[in-house]
T-cell receptor, first 119, second 116 residues
Framework: AQTVTQSQPEMSVQEAETVTLSCTYD???????LFWYKQPPSRQMILVIR??????QNATENRFSVNFQKAAKSFSLKISDSQLGDAAMYFC????????????????FGKGTKLSVKP | KAGVTQTPRYLIKTRGQQVTLSCSPI?????VSWYQQTPGQGLQFLFE???????NKGNFPGRFSGRQFSNSRSEMNVSTLELGDSALYLC???????????????FGPGTRLTVL
């Protein structure tokens, strides 16, 4: 069974600084997707960034980038120039790639990392 | 486009009762998934519906059930409520089955269920 582990329950960063959130996962599959989702307090969960396992290039979305190490099964999120609005719970998630069939493509989430941003 | 909506937003029930939660996906989305979020267990997958059929199911007892209508709206039902069912229930919709083409799931605000 696939598992996702986030070892940092809480993190704190100074506004305008850079922070890295860690995520490791376990799977015997070779084709899958990895995601980082953000859940602000009392607000809806939104997708931050997505990585396809077969793509060696690390995904980036503006101030957000990932360090994907497939052999190490590691998928960390780097937030540059942190802003007050980045304060939220961040969830790392995994799903199988079902482009060639199957139906077990649900998201498997880590327990989350609560990020605080200090002004 | 309107986002994913869930009703009701808050619900208080007592043990033994049953409850029905509703989810309206983004227009055009055919897949609806349900997740349970608790402080202890985190986010756990309940089930996924696609074209009115349950395509995937998580490890929850049979008291948890769902359905999807022809307009893709979905409901989930929990019968014989237990204290441990208190949680935030999140609905998420996507264009296609989860796992296809790295589908993004769009989440609703959730229904906060409290069982007394």
């Amino acid at each position: 069974a696939q598992t996702v582990t986030q070892s940092q329950p809480e993190m704190s960063v100074q506004e305008a600084e850079t922070v890295t959130l860690s995520c490791t996962y376990d799977t015997s599959e070779s084709d899958y997707y990895l995601f980082w989702y953000k859940q602000p307090p009392s607000r809806q969960m939104i997708l931050v960034i997505r990585q396809e396992a077969y793509k060696q290039q690390n995904a980036t979305e503006n101030r957000f980038s990932v360090n994907f190490q497939k052999a190490a099964k590691s998928f960390s999120l780097k937030i540059s120039d942190s802003q007050l609005g980045d304060a939220a719970m961040y969830f790392c998630a995994y799903s199988l790639n079902l482009n060639y069939g199957g139906s077990q493509g649900n998201l498997i989430f880590g327990k989350g990392t609560k990020l605080s941003v200090k002004p | 486009k309107a986002g994913v909506t869930q009703t009701p937003r808050y619900l208080i029930k007592t043990r033994g009762q049953q409850v029905t939660l509703s989810c309206s996906p983004i227009s055009g989305h055919r897949s609806v998934s349900w997740y349970q979020q608790t402080p202890g267990q985190g986010l756990q997958f309940l089930f996924e519906y696609f074209s009115e059929t349950q395509r995937n199911k998580g490890n929850f007892p049979g008291r948890f059930s769902g359905r999807q209508f022809s307009n893709s709206r979905s409901e989930m039902n929990v019968s014989t409520l237990e204290l441990g069912d208190s949680a935030l229930y999140l609905c998420a919709s996507s264009l296609d089955l989860m796992g296809r083409r790295g589908n993004e799931q769009f989440f609703g605000p959730g229904t906060r269920l409290t069982v007394l």
